[in-house]
């Protein structure tokens, strides 16, 4: 059974930071597909960073352009989203997740992921 552990999520206010990780253990690490999405209260899940291992490329939402960044530590395996210049319509549960590739191109919609961690909140103050 994989799992992916969570961490990082906290409250801080606005412009302030944040690096959230996602521990993997498993066959998980391997799937080519990783990333990050976000649901805020009443608002669907949306892909926030996403990496593509196999074509080593990364996909960013326009609203966290420039701010947020998503790496591997592939010795640890483990995920990281670093947040900076965070601001208050970034507060949300921010999942990791990883699935596999359709047509050769990892999908920007969360149903095509399979594996989840359990969350981490992240709330931004003004």
């Known amino acids: 059974q994989t799992t992916w552990v969570e961490s990082g999520g906290d409250s801080v206010q606005t412009g302030g930071s944040l690096r959230l990780s996602c521990a993997a253990s498993?066959?998980?690490?391997?799937?080519?597909?990783k990333g990050w999405f976000r649901q805020a209260p009443g608002k669907e899940r949306e892909s926030v960073a996403l990496i593509d291992t196999s074509h080593d490329t990364t996909y960013y939402a326009d609203s966290v352009k420039e701010r947020f960044t998503v790496t591997l530590d592939n010795v640890k395996n483990t995920m990281f989203l670093q947040m900076d210049s965070l601001q208050p319509e970034a507060t949300a549960m921010y999942y990791c997740?990883?699935?596999?590739?359709?047509?050769?191109?990892?999908?920007?919609?969360?149903?095509?992921?399979?594996?989840w961690g359990q969350g981490a909140q992240v709330t931004v103050s003004s």
């Open positions: 498993g066959r998980t690490w391997d799937t080519v597909c």
């Open positions: 997740a990883a699935g596999p590739t359709y047509d050769g191109l990892c999908s920007r919609d969360h149903w095509e992921y399979r594996e």
